[in-house]
Protein backbone atom coordinates (compact mmCIF):
# COMPACT_ATOMS: atom_id res chain seq x y z
CA UNK A 1 0.00 0.00 0.00
CA UNK A 2 1.57 3.38 -0.83
CA UNK A 3 1.25 6.00 1.37
CA UNK A 4 2.46 9.15 1.52
CA UNK A 5 2.36 11.61 4.57
CA UNK A 6 3.69 15.08 5.46
CA UNK A 7 4.21 16.57 8.57
CA UNK A 8 6.12 19.71 9.74
CA UNK A 9 3.30 22.51 8.84
CA UNK A 10 2.12 25.52 10.64
CA UNK A 11 1.95 29.30 11.43
CA UNK A 12 5.08 31.55 10.88
CA UNK A 13 5.35 35.39 10.61
CA UNK A 14 6.35 36.55 6.88
CA UNK A 15 10.47 36.17 7.03
CA UNK A 16 10.36 32.76 8.77
CA UNK A 17 11.30 29.56 8.03
CA UNK A 18 9.60 26.42 7.71
CA UNK A 19 10.57 22.75 7.23
CA UNK A 20 8.53 20.13 5.65
CA UNK A 21 8.79 16.43 5.64
CA UNK A 22 7.13 13.61 3.37
CA UNK A 23 7.60 10.18 4.54
CA UNK A 24 7.17 7.98 1.26
CA UNK A 25 6.25 4.44 0.93
CA UNK A 26 9.40 2.17 -0.59
CA UNK A 27 7.94 1.56 -3.56
CA UNK A 28 7.51 4.50 -4.43
CA UNK A 29 10.50 6.59 -3.12
CA UNK A 30 12.58 4.22 -4.81
CA UNK A 31 11.40 4.65 -8.24
CA UNK A 32 10.79 7.95 -8.85
CA UNK A 33 11.53 11.25 -8.81
CA UNK A 34 9.70 13.17 -5.93
CA UNK A 35 7.85 16.42 -5.71
CA UNK A 36 6.16 19.05 -3.62
CA UNK A 37 3.29 20.65 -4.56
CA UNK A 38 0.60 22.75 -3.11
CA UNK A 39 -2.91 24.00 -3.45
CA UNK A 40 -5.27 26.82 -1.88
CA UNK A 41 -8.50 26.39 -1.41
CA UNK A 42 -10.91 26.58 -4.60
CA UNK A 43 -7.79 26.67 -6.51
CA UNK A 44 -5.21 23.91 -8.80
CA UNK A 45 -2.64 21.99 -7.37
CA UNK A 46 0.54 23.80 -8.39
CA UNK A 47 4.17 22.29 -8.72
CA UNK A 48 6.48 23.28 -5.79
CA UNK A 49 9.72 21.49 -6.35
CA UNK A 50 11.17 17.89 -7.46
CA UNK A 51 14.12 16.35 -6.81
CA UNK A 52 15.61 13.00 -8.58
CA UNK A 53 17.31 10.31 -7.34
CA UNK A 54 20.55 11.86 -8.00
CA UNK A 55 19.66 14.89 -6.51
CA UNK A 56 18.59 16.95 -9.76
CA UNK A 57 16.36 19.50 -8.34
CA UNK A 58 13.40 21.97 -10.33
CA UNK A 59 11.59 25.06 -9.03
CA UNK A 60 8.78 26.95 -9.69
CA UNK A 61 9.86 30.50 -10.45
CA UNK A 62 8.11 31.96 -7.24
CA UNK A 63 10.07 29.62 -4.95
CA UNK A 64 14.02 29.86 -6.37
CA UNK A 65 16.77 31.34 -3.64
CA UNK A 66 14.06 30.58 -0.92
CA UNK A 67 12.71 27.04 -0.65
CA UNK A 68 15.33 23.59 -0.64
CA UNK A 69 14.40 20.28 -1.42
CA UNK A 70 15.83 17.72 -0.53
CA UNK A 71 15.81 13.75 -0.02
CA UNK A 72 17.28 11.11 1.99
CA UNK A 73 17.21 7.33 0.30
CA UNK A 74 17.29 5.70 3.64
CA UNK A 75 14.64 6.83 5.12
CA UNK A 76 12.00 7.24 2.20
CA UNK A 77 11.73 10.94 2.96
CA UNK A 78 11.77 13.61 1.34
CA UNK A 79 12.44 17.46 2.57
CA UNK A 80 11.43 21.14 1.89
CA UNK A 81 13.03 23.82 3.51
CA UNK A 82 11.26 27.25 3.03
CA UNK A 83 13.26 30.37 4.15
CA UNK A 84 11.85 34.10 4.02
CA UNK A 85 8.18 33.07 3.73
CA UNK A 86 5.60 34.87 2.40
CA UNK A 87 2.09 35.36 2.64
CA UNK A 88 1.34 33.81 -0.54
CA UNK A 89 3.15 30.44 0.24
CA UNK A 90 0.27 30.24 2.94
CA UNK A 91 -1.56 26.44 1.19
CA UNK A 92 -1.52 23.09 2.39
CA UNK A 93 1.56 21.23 1.18
CA UNK A 94 1.48 17.84 -0.50
CA UNK A 95 4.11 15.58 -1.96
CA UNK A 96 4.08 12.64 -4.25
CA UNK A 97 5.85 11.46 -7.43
CA UNK A 98 7.06 13.88 -9.91
CA UNK A 99 4.54 13.39 -12.05
CA UNK A 100 1.94 12.74 -9.41
CA UNK A 101 1.57 8.67 -9.59
CA UNK A 102 -0.18 8.09 -6.20
CA UNK A 103 -3.14 9.10 -4.28
CA UNK A 104 -2.38 12.02 -2.60
CA UNK A 105 -1.71 12.25 0.93
CA UNK A 106 -3.44 14.59 3.71
CA UNK A 107 -1.24 17.22 3.27
CA UNK A 108 0.17 19.70 5.68
CA UNK A 109 -0.91 23.59 6.33
CA UNK A 110 1.87 26.15 6.32
CA UNK A 111 0.41 29.37 6.98
CA UNK A 112 2.17 32.58 7.08
CA UNK A 113 1.02 35.39 9.14
CA UNK A 114 2.04 38.64 10.64
Known amino acids: QVQLVESGGGLVQPGGSLRLSCAASRSIFSIYAMGWYRQAPGKQREFVASITHSGSTNYRDSVKGRFTISRDNAKNTVYLQMNSLKLEDTDVYYC????????WGQGTQVTVSS
Open 96 to 103: NSTPPRVP
